[in-house]
């Protein structure tokens, strides 16, 4: 089911009609967007496919081109399709938004439409200048997204989830002085820090704290896996961390 109906006069704005087409089909994918000329397969019943797809849209955008004024005895022909489709749309409830295309189109009169058409001059428009396409086109396409929730989602559902921290293995051998493993940590602990990208590496002298929420004077140390040695140690230090966390208190 197209989601946006677009609406177009052939001989002005079919152009600009095939941009917001190919805008929308692009973000949102090829089926979300309606244009007749590329909607409707040949041999098919045009009438029926074009006011089934208007009465199951969400939005119907009116391309009004520089002459769209101009052709005023169509706008007045009851089977002038472009008047039939706003009109279908305003009885359905259907937003709808006039797109102005090009730099110097003008907004709508109400004296220059025909009476059941005059609604028109008085909605909220967007200008598409062919000049200005990739931003003018951005610009639609949020505001697409905006009017049609469903839209929006979409275009969000398959954006790439944060990847989960993997696990990290770290080993030591013999170290004399202190050595700090944390997340995070605050305070001064006097001597050299040695930062690389798994974290801060100190040397001095004290007690061993590992994977608990410590604070040691003016010190703070937290997160999964926190280590915090003071004073010399022989041998390795074999440490592993972004698994489950584990209570403090927990001696399982």
Not at 13 to 37: C, M, P, Q, V, W
Not at 175 to 201: C, E, L, N, W
Request: charged letters at 25%.
């Amino acid at each position: 089911m197209a989601d946006v109906f677009i609406n177009y006069r052939t001989g002005d704005g079919n152009e600009t009609a095939a941009l917001i087409d190919n805008e929308l089909s692009n973000r949102f994918g090829k089926d979300r967007a309606f244009r007749a000329s590329k909607s409707i397969p040949p041999g098919t019943i045009y009438p029926d496919a074009l006011l089934t797809s208007l009465r199951r849209s969400a939005l119907l955008l009116v391309v009004i081109g520089a002459d769209w004024v101009n052709f005023q005895s169509r706008l007045r022909d009851p089977e002038d399709w472009v008047r039939k489709e706003i009109l279908e749309a305003f009885a359905c409830g259907l937003p709808v938004v006039p797109v102005l295309a090009g730099r110097t189109t003008e907004r709508l009169k109400k004296d220059d439409l025909p009476a059941d058409l005059a609604r028109l001059a008085e909605l909220q428009s967007v200008r598409l200048d062919t000049q200005n396409a990739e931003a003018d086109l951005k610009r639609l396409g949020d505001l697409v997204a905006e009017m049609v929730p469903e839209l929006h989602d979409l275009e969000h559902a398959d954006a790439p989830a944060a990847p989960e921290p993997c696990p990290v293995s770290n080993s030591a051998g013999d170290i004399h002085g202190t050595a700090v493993q944390s997340r995070d940590f605050t305070g001064d602990v006097g001597g050299t820090v040695i930062k690389g990208p798994t974290g801060p590496v100190h040397s001095g002298n004290g007690n061993i704290y590992q994977n608990s929420r410590h604070v040691s004077g003016g010190r703070h140390y937290s997160g999964d896996g926190m280590t915090n040695f003071e004073g010399d140690h022989h041998g390795d230090i074999r440490h592993r961390f972004g698994g489950p966390g584990r209570r403090e208190d927990d001696e399982r």
